[in-house]
């Protein structure tokens, strides 16, 4: 059942149908092929319109504003379009180095120490701020300061009821093992050093494998630091339809 609401007005229209009601019908209107598809009862049905009448629906609509509008068909040859107007003539690149500034803070941030016993347990709040308010931001953020985390051990982590990742690896793809890489002392200490964090913190564990499945990969970071990431390239490959692939 749908409402209509009636106007005195003149209309080329017997009704006009909202999105509402086209969403209610579960109506696909399609105004290239000038028809509307909707299911029913009998199965799906559908109303095809014609394009003359459209057409003079369309003209009377406009006489009715106050245009008198008629259909001609034009067989003169049409004329050449006139060349684009041109607001600027610049290199963007060059235009945007000049111009163009690097955002950034208007004042220094104030530095703000959380817990005593912490010297990393730090953060920053604006200057800008009103000297009452930014009082109280520092006293909501030390009374706060157990949603911070400051080192891997303050990550509990999610329960596995709520999400958890898994492998949708393709069981007839062949096993590939990966051949022993060795290391220099000076990797293999970051590697020692970064893998204990985590194993403290219980996020990885040890396996024991009687041979190599996947490689350590030392990547250097923006800072000069090497991070730790795994070779799973192998692994990757049967996984196609992971939209999260492994690093």
């Known amino acids: 059942m749908t409402d209509f609401l009636v106007i005195k007005a003149p209309s080329s229209y017997n009704i006009i149908l909202g999105h509402s009601t086209l969403n209610n019908l579960r109506a696909i209107i399609s105004t290239y092929h000038l028809k509307i ?3 029913t009862e009998a199965g799906v049905r559908g109303v095809r319109g014609e394009q003359s009448l459209a057409r003079e629906c369309y003209v009377q609509e406009l006489k009715v504003g106050g245009l008198d509008i008629r ?5 003169t ?3 050449p379009l006139p060349p684009p107007l041109v607001l600027f003539n610049c290199d963007v690149e060059t235009w945007g180095k000049e111009n163009l500034q690097q955002a950034g803070a208007n004042k220094p941030l104030e530095l703000v120490t959380l817990h005593l016993g912490w010297l990393d347990a730090t953060t920053r709040v604006g200057t800008r701020l009103p000297l009452d308010i930014r009082e109280a931001l520092k006293q909501l953020l030390v009374e706060h300061r157990d949603m911070f985390a400051w ?3 303050d990550m509990p982590g999610i329960d596995n009821a709520v999400i958890e990742h898994r492998l949708c690896v393709d069981p007839t793809c062949k096993k590939v093992r990966q051949n022993w890489r060795s290391f220099g002392m000076e990797k293999y200490t970051t590697i020692i050093e970064e893998v204990s964090c985590p194993l403290a913190a219980g ?7 009687p041979e190599c499945l996947s490689n350590i990969v030392l990547v250097k970071k923006a800072n000069g630091k090497l991070k730790i990431c795994v070779d799973f390239i192998d692994l990757n490959k049967p996984c196609p339809n992971d ?3 492994l690093p």
Do not use: M
């Open 71 to 75: 259909i001609v068909k034009d067989h």
């Open 203 to 209: 996020f990885v564990r040890e396996a024991h494998y």
């Open 37 to 39: 598809k909707f299911p």
């Open 77 to 79: 040859q049409e004329k």
């Open 243 to 245: 939209s999260f692939l």
């Open 151 to 153: 080192s891997q051990e």
